[in-house]
């Protein structure tokens, strides 16, 4: 075997080893929710105590992920990549292995920064190293774990806690980091970039601005914290957004560069696209909370129903990449979108009394509407990105997935918080009734439907470079 014809096929498999650590990443932002009440036991204190934990990993992501590209370029791709499945692993062992509240929320700021530089760092040695005839499949395989994570996450941690204990929702992390490792040493290439000056003032004020944001709507979907703080926190992030935008405009070499969005296909995949993973990440959120407090059902009830929603995600990957390239981008996002939208509303639209059947359909339809999306958005952001471009391109979409994914549940907490209030009752979980959840999916609805004339406006032509050449 030659070594051209070995390299090709590390190539076709690099997408799959990435998909892992996205995976890894992915699975543990989720798997912990269902955890909490057995490690609060566990450490002897209440459930809220741990929140901090969840809050500290998501923020530690926000923070760091603006610097990968940047860490990539100056002291190699595989090199940072390696090491952070190492910090990222490591750091998982520490939680598992926890005494106390403050070792594991320490534990889990060490795996944020690691989830920080493995998840971008992971998708630009793919882009970098994939040819244009490969991109959509390789972006398409993946994006699947950012679609069935939130799905499985959940379940997998229900299951971890019943059968075993949470301590293993980490410490299984030890095995598939190692596997990671010894592939990634093997086919991984160490690439550089063009060694660049660390843009400090950039990284300040992007992250202050990032913590703020997601702080805030954090604060304003609990029912137990005050709107005022949470405004205050959000008003600040946007002034000090607004600064680090300006900011990186005067600088040659910035952090986070804006410049890309002169591209049309990178400028709808970050406007509208946010938009669209708003509605579409603050579903998996939802739905679950509506079968279980809405409509009484048990925990194991309502995650068997959410199987349908996971079929529709995982399930709907093996047509993604044809569908894309049959119909192109344009006419997919538009169509997809509005599908999407009738399928919130539909699931927002349902009572405890609806035939189990014509829930698991709309949930069904859910998860495909989903799955279309997250592949649409993430392939088409690159279809005009120059080489030289791909690692400012991959650390800006990453920071803006990232804060989608933290915004878009808080966004669907305050909706169904706002509609509790709104009809006199108590914003608490214990208090929604169904009539709360068909207001929430009304209105977390809407910016997805916001998105489509934003999708209208694409050049028929978008993304006509990858289809062409696959």
Not at 324 to 352: I, S
Request: proline share 4%; net charge positive.
């Amino acid at each position: 075997m030659s070594a051209r014809s070995l390299s090709a096929r590390a190539m076709r498999a690099l997408p799959y080893v990435v998909a892992a650590t996205f995976f890894m990443e992915y699975l543990d932002s989720t798997i912990i929710a269902t955890a909490l009440p057995a490690m609060a036991r566990s450490f002897h204190v209440g459930p809220n105590a741990l929140s901090l934990g969840m809050t500290a990993y998501m923020l530690t992501l926000a923070v760091f992920i603006p610097i990968s590209g940047w860490a990539a370029d100056r002291f190699g791709s595989r090199s940072v990549f390696a090491g952070a499945v190492t910090v990222f692993t490591a750091s998982s062992v520490l939680c598992g292995v926890a005494g106390s509240v403050d070792a594991f929320i320490a534990a889990r700021v060490l795996q944020g920064l690691g989830g920080a530089m493995m998840v971008p760092v992971g998708r630009f040695i793919v882009v970098r190293n994939t040819e244009t005839g490969r991109m959509i499949r390789a972006i398409s395989t993946i994006t699947w774990p950012a679609v069935a994570a939130p799905v499985v996450g959940p379940t997998v941690g229900g299951m971890i806690v019943t059968f075993a204990s949470w301590h293993w929702i980490f410490l299984i992390n030890l095995p598939l980091g190692l596997a990671v490792l010894g592939v990634i040493f093997a086919i991984v290439p160490q690439q550089f970039g063009a060694r660049r000056p660390m843009d400090w003032g950039g990284f300040v004020m992007g992250g202050a601005a990032l913590t703020a944001i997601l702080l805030g709507t954090e604060l304003a979907s609990d029912s137990h914290a005050g709107l005022a703080l949470a405004g205050a926190l959000v008003a600040g992030g946007l002034a000090l957004g607004t600064a680090s935008l300006r900011h990186a405009a005067r600088q040659a070499h910035p952090l986070l560069d804006f410049r890309l969005m002169r591209h049309p296909t990178f400028a709808v995949t970050v406007l509208a696209g946010s938009l669209s993973r708003l509605t579409i990440d603050a579903v998996p959120y939802l739905v679950p909370l509506m079968l279980q407090v809405g409509f009484g059902l048990t925990a194991f009830h309502a995650g068997t129903l959410m199987l349908a929603f996971a079929l529709g995600n995982l399930g709907m990957k093996a047509f993604t990449t044809r569908i894309l390239e049959r119909f192109g981008f344009r006419a997919t996002a538009v169509v997809n979108a509005t599908l999407g939208v009738l399928f919130v509303l539909l699931a927002g639209a349902m009572v405890p009394a609806t035939p189990a059947a014509v829930l698991l359909l709309v949930l069904l339809g859910c998860g495909v509407t989903r799955s279309m999306q997250y592949t649409l958005l993430a392939t088409l952001g690159y279809a005009d990105i120059g080489d030289t471009e791909k690692g400012a391109a991959s650390t800006l979409l990453s920071v803006n997935q990232q804060a989608c994914i933290g915004l878009a549940v808080a966004f669907g907490a305050l909706m169904l918080r706002l509609a509790a209030a709104l009809r006199g009752g108590q914003p608490t979980d214990g208090a929604f009734v169904p009539a709360d959840f068909h207001y929430a999916f009304m209105i977390v609805a809407v910016p997805l439907a916001l998105s489509i004339p934003r999708y209208l406006r694409m050049d028929r032509a978008a993304g006509a470079a990858l289809r062409a050449a696959s």
